[in-house]
């Protein structure tokens, strides 16, 4: 498996901005799959983007237009730019991996707060 560690989360007010980074223990070069999950209190955990090895990112509806993924292979980290941050927005933000033989990875999450 893959050790996976986010920073980044923090409060910001609304249309606001963060960055979120993922740094992972070893070359993600051949993990088939990264992206970023978000899980709000008593909602289910949601896939908010994603991108597989050779592929470009996809996103949930709701954040075309203001978030932004990227996978850095030479850094083993991926990314989410963050712009215009909703209230809604509000959740602890997970990085994901999935790989063909140890399957998922997850990190410890970052709380990421919008709110004035």
């Known amino acids: 498996q893959v050790q996976l560690v986010e920073s980044g989360g923090g409060l910001v007010l609304p249309g606001g901005s963060l960055r979120l980074s993922c740094a992972a223990s070893?070359?993600?070069?051949?993990?088939?799959?990264m992206g970023w999950y978000r899980q709000a209190p008593g909602k289910q955990r949601e896939l908010v983007a994603s991108?597989?090895?050779?592929?470009?990112?996809n996103y949930v509806d709701s954040v075309k237009g203001r978030f932004t993924f990227s996978r850095d292979n030479a850094k083993n980290t991926i990314n989410l730019q963050m712009n215009s941050l909703k209230p809604e927005d509000t959740a602890v933000y997970y990085c994901?991996?999935?790989?063909?033989?140890?399957?998922?990875?997850w990190g410890q999450g970052t709380q990421v707060t919008v709110s004035s």
């Open positions: 070893r070359s993600i070069v051949s993990i088939y799959r």
């Open positions: 991108i597989t090895s050779g592929g470009s990112p």
């Open positions: 994901h991996a999935y790989e063909l033989i140890w399957g998922d990875s």
